[in-house]
């Protein structure tokens, strides 16, 4: 038998590259855009996508695999592997989680564990690609579903986005539905704290806002070696820029710059600026 695979959804956004260099399966969240459905980071580019949500008024929505879209590629991942750790979207964020486990209990081969990521976007990446590396080295099943779950415990999410309509509008906004109704022009900061989605702030202007998510992550990381992605949708040179900080304010063992795929900016909305960190 092969080495353990790890499995994900889309909503990682784990890099192509990385995907390919550990074997990183991903299971497709599907897109819904004017009648037609697109398998998110597979049939329609961000670049597309963006520029036609800046000017539809069409809203888009999203929804989660099929229990057979998950059987097909936990079926596929298990032929040669020797376990299958699979990680994807809390359940209060998304019914990917559950149907992830639907589709492993429905799988014959080797044992299939399902790992709540209890984040989104790099913050699940994270743990992903920290559970394929442990793969990688030649982990067993239960280091490997072990390891994925002490990056989840710790890993940090936070966003500032243009607006919380695009939250609103797909029902994730969770309790950050608080920053909802102020009368004042803001630049909200979100975080994912316990696989919801969580106020964190509400400065006044992107800059603050940008500044914000940099001391809370001083707070937090010190003078360590940290993993951090800058995450962006629709942003690009203000993700290259606040790389570019981070390098100079950090220890950085890993430090990425990743876009949010279709679906995750169905949900964020274009604009969005954001960092996802954790130390060893």
Excluded: W
Excluded at 86 to 105: F, K, R
Excluded at 156 to 164: H, I, N, S
Excluded at 179 to 206: C, D, M, N, S, Y
């Amino acid at each position: 038998m092969g080495q353990v695979i790890v499995v994900t959804d889309s909503a990682s956004t784990v890099p192509e590259a990385l995907t390919q260099e550990l074997d990183i399966r991903v299971v497709p969240i599907l897109l819904h855009v004017a009648g037609r459905t697109y398998r998110d980071g597979v049939d329609l580019s961000p670049d597309q996508f963006y520029r036609r949500l800046r000017t539809s008024t069409q809203v888009p929505s999203t929804s989660a695999p099929s229990v057979g879209d998950f059987m097909r590629v936990y079926a596929t991942a298990a032929q040669d592997a020797a376990g299958v750790v699979g990680i994807h979207l809390p359940p209060d964020l998304s019914a990917t989680y559950g149907l992830a486990v639907m589709a492993s209990e429905l799988v014959d081969g080797p044992p299939i564990r399902i790992v709540d990521s209890r984040s989104a976007a790099m913050g699940q990446g994270f743990v992903v690609l920290e559970a394929a590396r442990a793969a990688a080295s030649g982990a067993d099943l239960e280091t490997v579903a072990t390891r994925a779950e002490e990056v989840a415990a710790k890993v940090r999410f936070l966003a500032a986005l243009e607006t919380l309509e695009y939250l609103r509008r797909g029902g994730r906004i969770g309790g950050a539905a608080a920053l909802l109704g102020g009368v004042l022009r803001i630049t909200p900061i979100v975080q994912v704290l316990e696989g919801r989605v969580e106020p964190f702030a509400k400065p006044r202007t992107r800059r603050r806002a940008i500044q914000m998510m940099l001391e809370e992550m001083a707070q937090q990381v010190g003078d360590r070696p940290v993993h951090v992605a800058v995450m962006q949708a629709d942003a690009a040179q203000e993700a290259e820029e606040l790389k570019q900080r981070v390098a100079q304010q950090f220890n950085c063992r890993e430090l990425l710059v990743t876009e949010f795929t279709p679906v995750m900016g169905a949900h964020a909305g274009p604009g969005l600026l954001g960092i996802a960190f954790f130390t060893d």
